[in-house]
């Protein structure tokens, strides 16, 4: 089992940052990719950004050139900095792990960005 908590999220007027984090626990031995996802009212879950065990990112067109994913290996951590922030960035955040042919994800952290 992996578990995954977010943390970071608030409140933020447009252009601000903020900077998330996803702590990891568990049997987190073999996790082969972490992303983040995000959830708008009335909308699908979407990706955000990924990274996978070797350091390779992918980021969704609205992410990029703003959005930077990252990780601390020692602690188990994952982040994702968020900058320029925008008010349709506002969304409930998700961290998620893959392993074993399995997606963890965590609980979510809500990003609210006022114009």
């Known amino acids: 089992q992996v578990q995954l908590v977010e943390s970071g999220g608030g409140w933020v007027q447009a252009g601000g940052s903020l900077r998330l984090s996803c702590a990891t626990s568990?049997?987190?031995?073999?996790?082969?990719?972490m992303g983040w996802y995000r959830q708008a009212p009335g909308k699908q879950r979407e990706l955000v950004a990924t990274?996978?065990?070797?350091?390779?990112?992918i980021y969704a067109d609205s992410a990029k050139g703003r959005f930077t994913i990252s990780r601390d290996n020692a602690k188990g951590t994952v982040y994702l900095q968020m900058n320029s922030l925008k008010p349709e960035d506002t969304a409930v955040y998700f961290c998620?792990?893959?392993?074993?042919?399995?997606?963890?994800w965590g609980q979510g952290t809500q990003v609210t960005v006022s114009s």
């Open positions: 990274i996978t065990s070797g350091g390779r990112t």
């Open positions: 998620n792990a893959f392993k074993s042919a399995t997606l963890y």
């Open positions: 568990g049997s987190v031995f073999s996790i082969n990719v």
